[in-house]
């Protein structure tokens, strides 16, 4: 009828949320192969270099150990929210490799909550961008905000820093740089996989320039 504009049958994208931005509130099972696929392996290399932090640590203290072994940590956490891009890849990430170490690690139920705080803390600088800013500053933040909380957690729990003042000034400078290497560490392997091809049908394939 004249004057009367037909109805819109557009629905595919909430309210809200730009179309562009739809996709990533919805998994897909190829997400959850590939999530599981990166947590077995990222999970059996941290198991390798867990074994490395663990004669480093007997040579320095547990502090300037994890402290330098903290970048190499972070690129799991960093690297499969990066490459999925959706909610909750950071945490679940953390969570599989959790259970991929369990077998192998002595901490046990005590490593495994680790994981599950890491993936929390991993998760929210997505969550605060609203899973839309995937930009290596937003990696740096999550990389350096979540170390600090970190060491400073174990500190504490290990009942105070009862070590040398240079000893902790030292640890805390190293953890900040590792956590400006680990999130470039963990772009750069994500945007060498994509080169490859096998991440085509991911965003990250479309916006591997980004810095």
Known sequence: MAGIEPMSTEHSSPPHVPRS????????TRDILVLAALSLVFGL?????SGLYGLLSMAFSHALAGAIFSSFFLIPGLATPYILRRPGAAFLGQVLIGFVQFPFDPGGWTSLTIYIMLGILYEL???VTRYRNYHLLTLISGGIISNL????????AAGGFHIAPS????????????????????????????KTGVLSSYAISDHTEQI
């Open 21 to 28: 931005q739809a996709h990533v509130l919805t998994w897909r």
């Open 45 to 49: 290399v941290i198991i390798f270099v």
């Open 125 to 127: 600088p997505f969550l």
């Open 149 to 156: 909380l970190v060491l400073t957690i174990a500190g504490l």
């Open 167 to 194: 000893i902790i000034i030292a640890a805390y400078v190293l953890i900040f740089v590792s956590g400006t290497i680990g999130p470039w560490l963990a772009k750069l392997l994500a945007d060498t996989i994509v």
